[in-house]
């Protein structure tokens, strides 16, 4: 038995452990018990993920009833990477759950959703085959529908959430059904391995493509297929809200990597095109939806349609680029994608548990009824703001460097050694580096914003006020997780070098792409760049002491005693109310983007007794929808709402006309068979 074959083997019996501990009395002890039981079969997730990208080989088959075949499980370096991903998220999440969990959340049915949910996650990388892949995906998505349904009976946007997000979870699994359909019928068979042997310029090949572009995309979270994440996000408990959002959208990424690098690679530029346009649309539309939103969750569920986007943005690139030989910057805009993955994966972990501590804390999610928690919740507050940094894509956070590679190869996609490329890569590489200059300061606004106005100033709210610090193990997982993004940030060097050799086939470290310099530096030879992020903090220390050292000299020389705050413009602000809302710092991007986010807004003018010009209050309110939900979404559920009210008179309780229905649907039947 090979390693790999024991830590799978290990992980599903720790599931079956965390499903039995859900069984026993007492709350305390099944939260214990089966959260360390679900954190340990991530940990052995991490541990068969890791083995798996650094090369190791090993399978397990578990033979079933049904005349398909058996179940087959083999993960590959590529799979390796997204099972090491999913797992050590679900170890963070799981210690999260066991004390953060309460009432509804911490039934029996949870806990056996989450350890479903982590299930399916960790082995949907390792399935090499297609029932296997789809069996766990369903598991996958079962766990989190149970899950987001947790508070159903206490909250009553949940339901509405929990039918948005099954619709889509189910639309997106027919479509991928439907894909792996026309590719298993053209190969001759269902494992991935025969998969592989499919043209990718074939019609097959090209049906198969447009059909998992939909379905993978729909569970990344792509516009206009993003209608579920800003629903379920909020509604689910917030360790489910992390889990969802760093690593159930990355089996969506890793389903078209898998496309696009396994099953069919070498398309054609325009599947690159497309990707790229999927991308870059999502990112700009979900970093401006989350710009003007005010509830926290809402904001990060919008994130994360900008992050993803910028992923598949990168994977498009990769694929346009390979499609006119230029080998150099296709690879690289590869390894940006794998690096915007695992990046994600970090600080989205930390935001989404960093805003269950504060909703947990407080017992709000609007902004608008915030602040100060910086010194109320020091903790959170540092782990959230790290968290800020990296979503932001500010030096020393992993997004940083993940959102670099990316600009190094969009820049240098024009142009490789001296000879001019294709008409289409010359529009469309300045056209995608605009996109993410725009959605790089759109983020930064976004997260000055959620992290200034939640954890600065003044507390808006007497819950906010009276906020204490999260359990010690919240704290705990907040500094792991925040950790990470910096330690991403730091020294890249080390992992880009992996993911490079993550994609090759041969599994080879691709020196000619990526090398580490420095003190964990990353270089790109191909490309005549590098960044060594620990050299640029050193060269800002360097010019920073002194600057502090003159500024505290000063001080103490001429002391003086200052009775205004810093960034009150020499007033005291005494009340809440004078300080910038959410909603107010976002104003401005509003009226920018009017005619693309439509807002409503509404005035209500109170005057003082019968005069028309004193005016003793002053009421202004705005709304602001998903646009593309209520303008595709709204018109398509309404025809079927009068669809169905208009099908209602074929049932009208004859049973001769049931009979009838009967009898056409056999004759139909039979006539379809025969011919």
């Keep these: 038995m090979t390693p790999i074959s024991l830590g799978l083997i290990t992980g599903l019996a720790l599931a079956a452990v965390a499903i039995a501990a859900a069984f026993l009395p007492g709350v305390p002890v099944r939260s214990i018990l089966s959260g360390v039981s679900t954190a340990a079969m991530s940990a052995a997730g991490v541990f068969t993920g890791a083995l798996a990208m650094a090369g190791a080989t090993g399978k397990l088959v578990v033979p079933i009833a049904l005349p398909l075949g058996p179940l087959t499980f083999e993960p ?50 390792a399935a090499a085959d297609v029932l296997s892949f789809l069996l766990m995906w369903e598991a996958m998505a079962l766990g989190s529908t149970v899950l987001l349904l947790a508070e159903h009976a206490s909250r009553r946007r949940v339901s509405s959430a929990a039918v948005w997000y099954s619709v889509m979870s189910q639309l997106s699994f027919l479509f991928i059904l439907a894909g792996f359909a026309v590719l298993a019928a053209a190969a001759g068979g269902t494992t991935f391995a025969e998969l592989a042997l499919v043209s990718p ?44 959002s760093a690593a159930m959208v990355k089996m969506g990424v890793y389903g078209i990597l898998v496309v696009c690098v396994r099953f069919l690679p070498g398309g054609p530029a325009w599947s690159g095109i497309l990707l790229l346009t999927l991308g870059g649309l999502s990112a700009v539309y979900g970093i401006l939806q989350a710009s003007v939103s005010s509830d926290l969750k809402v904001l990060l569920a919008y994130s994360t349609t900008e992050n993803v986007g910028l992923i598949w943005l990168a994977i498009g690139a990769s694929v346009l680029l390979g499609a006119y030989g230029l080998t150099a910057t296709s690879a690289t805009s590869l390894l940006a994608a794998l690096l915007l993955t695992v990046s994600h994966a970090a600080f989205k972990t930390t935001l989404f548990l960093g805003a269950g501590s504060v909703l947990h804390a407080t017992g709000e999610r609007d902004l608008d009824h915030l602040g100060g928690l910086g010194r109320r919740m020091p903790w959170t507050a540092a782990a959230f703001g790290i968290g800020c940094l990296g979503a932001a894509a500010l030096p020393i956070s992993s997004g940083f460097v993940a959102e670099w590679v990316l600009l190094q190869s969009l820049v240098h996609g024009t142009r490789l050694n001296g000879a001019a490329v294709s008409v289409t890569v010359s529009i469309g590489m300045p056209l995608a580096v605009a996109v993410v200059a725009l959605t790089a300061g759109l983020a930064v606004l976004t997260f000055v914003k959620s992290y200034g106005i939640g954890f600065l100033a003044r507390p808006r709210s007497d819950a906010a006020a ?58 790109l030879p191909g490309l005549g760049a590098l960044l060594d992020p620990i050299a640029l903090v050193i060269l800002a220390a360097v010019v920073a002491v002194p600057v502090l050292a003159v500024t505290i000299a000063s001080a103490l020389r001429h002391p003086q005693r200052l009775g ?79 669809l169905g009210v208009r099908a209602r008179v074929i049932q009208n ?18 006539i379809v068979a025969v011919l």
């Design 466 to 523: 009276g906020a204490r610090e999260s359990h010690p193990l919240v704290r705990v997982v907040l500094v792991v997780a925040a950790a990470i993004v910096v330690l991403l940030g730091l020294m890249p060097g080390p992992l880009a070098s992996v993911l490079a050799s993550v994609v090759a086939e041969d599994g080879a470290r691709r020196p000619g792409i990526v090398d580490t310099i420095g003190m964990a530096g990353v270089s």
């Design 201 to 244: 310029t074939s019609t097959a090949g090209l049906t198969a493509f447009v059909l998992l572009v939909i379905g993978f995309g729909s569970k990344s979270g792509l516009v206009p297929m993003h209608v579920w994440l800003p629903r379920a996000h909020p509604e689910a408990p917030s360790h489910v809200s992390a889990a969802m």
């Design 76 to 125: 590959d370096r590529l799979g390796g990477l997204f099972m090491l991903i999913a797992s050590g998220v679900g170890v963070l999440v799981s210690l999260y759950g066991i004390v953060s969990v309460h009432g509804a959340s911490a039934s029996r049915t949870s806990w056996i959703a989450l350890a479903v949910f982590m299930m399916g996650m960790q082995y949907v990388p």
């Design 564 to 642: 205004a705050s810093v960034w009150g413009g020499g007033g005291e602000r005494t009340r809440p109310r004078m300080q910038y809302t959410a909603t107010s710092y976002a104003e401005p991007v509003v009226r920018v983007f009017d005619d693309v986010l439509k807002p409503s807004r509404d005035v209500e003018v109170t005057h003082a007794g019968e005069s028309r010009y004193l005016v003793q209050r002053v009421k202004f309110s705005q709304n602001l929808t998903d646009v593309i939900e209520h303008r595709l979404y709204r018109p398509v559920l309404s025809a079927a709402d009068r």
């Design 653 to 670: 309780g004859s049973i001769h006309l049931y009979l009838l229905y009967s009898f056409a649907a056999i004759l139909i039947v039979l």
